[in-house]
C-alpha cells in the first residue's frame, strides 16, 4: 500500500517500490491522509503516468464516474456500476472499439458501504501466462478479431454505442504491453461458437473460478487503486439507511500506466 503525502502526492521515495509493484501485478493500491477531491484524484493519476481520460456517459462533466446507488428513474439504474448489485469479472470497456480501449483505469474509494462492496482482481497478464502454460493452442482463438461481438446499444430509437467485435486478448502497438477484453456477463455479448473458442473461453472461466491467483481486497475510505485495466469484479453491497451510501470515484484512461511519463514538475522543487 502506497501512502501519499500531505498534498496526495506519490511521494518520490516510493515511486520504485510502486514501479515494481505496477511492473509485477499490473496494479497498485494507494492510501491518502485525508479525503481527497475529484481534481486532486485526477492529479494524482497523472502522476501514475495516466492523462488521456475516457469519458462515458453515466460520467460527471469531469469525465470522473462517481460510482453509487441511483434512483430508481434515472437513466444510469439499468447499468449495475450504479446499483448495489454484484459486478462479475471483466475488464473495463470491453464494449469499445480497439482505438477507444481502455488501457488502465483507477479507482478511489469516497465512502465504503456497510456491508459487501469488495473487490476481486486478477491480472490479466497472468492470465495469458496461466493458459500460454496450460493450453498455448488455445492462444490464438482468444486472440482472433471475431471472438467476441457485442451488438449495438441502442436506446429509444437513438444508437448509444454501435456494434462492435475483437479479441480477448491483443498486443498494444508500439509498447507490446498486453491488452484483454472480456466479460463474464452473457448478455448482450455473442460469443464465436466454434469448439476452439468454446475450449478457450471456458478455460479462462475455469482460471477465473478456481486460482488461488485471485486478489480479494475492500477499500477503506480513502484508499484507491490503480491498474492496467486488469481483470476485475465486485461484490453487492447494501448502503445502511441514514447514513452515506457506498461512493467510488472512477477514472478509465487510453494510457497505460507509465511512471517515468511525468515529469512530477510539482514535486521536484518540493
Ligand atoms: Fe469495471
Redesign the pocket.
Known amino acids: 500500500m502506497c501512502r501519499l503525502d500531505h498534498a496526495a502526492r506519490l511521494p518520490d521515495s516510493q515511486l520504485e517500490q510502486v514501479r515494481q509493484q505496477v511492473s509485477a501485478f499490473n496494479f497498485a493500491l494507494f492510501q491518502s491522509e485525508a479525503e481527497i477531491d475529484k481534481l486532486e484524484f485526477l492529479a494524482l493519476n497523472r502522476q501514475f503516468g495516466l492523462i488521456r481520460l475516457d469519458s462515458n456517459l453515466g460520467a460527471d462533466a469531469d469525465s470522473v464516474t462517481s460510482l453509487q446507488v441511483v434512483a430508481d428513474g434515472d437513466e444510469r439504474a439499468q447499468y449495475i456500476?450504479y446499483t448495489n448489485r454484484a459486478?462479475n469479472w471483466?475488464t473495463?470497456g470491453y464494449y469499445k472499439s480497439h482505438d477507444c480501449r481502455i488501457n488502465a483505469f483507477a479507482l478511489y474509494c469516497v465512502n465504503q458501504t456497510a456491508r459487501g462492496g469488495g473487490n476481486t482482481l486478477f491480472d490479466h497478464e497472468l492470465m495469458y501466462i496461466l493458459i500460454r502454460d496450460q493450453a498455448p493452442e488455445l492462444l490464438a482463438a482468444l486472440m482472433a478479431n471475431d471472438l467476441m461481438h457485442i451488438p449495438p446499444n441502442i436506446q429509444n430509437n437513438k444508437l448509444i454505442r454501435a456494434e462492435e467485435s475483437g479479441p480477448v486478448f491483443s498486443i498494444q502497438p508500439g509498447s507490446c504491453g498486453l491488452h484483454m477484453r472480456y466479460t463474464s456477463r452473457p448478455r448482450n455479448i455473442v460469443w464465436k461458437s466454434d469448439k476452439r473458442s468454446e475450449q478457450a473461453l471456458n478455460l479462462v472461466r475455469e482460471i477465473l473460478m478456481d486460482s488461488e491467483s485471485t486478489i480479494e481486497l475492500r477499500l477503506h475510505n480513502n484508499q484507491g487503486i490503480v491498474c492496467n485495466n486488469i481483470l476485475?469484479g465486485r461484490q453487492a453491497f447494501h448502503d445502511q439507511s441514514g447514513r452515506p451510501g457506498r461512493l467510488i470515484y472512477r477514472a478509465r484512461y487510453h494510457d497505460a500506466i507509465d511512471l517515468d511519463r511525468d515529469p512530477r514538475p510539482e514535486s521536484a522543487g518540493a
Open positions: 456500476p459486478l471483466h473495463d476485475h
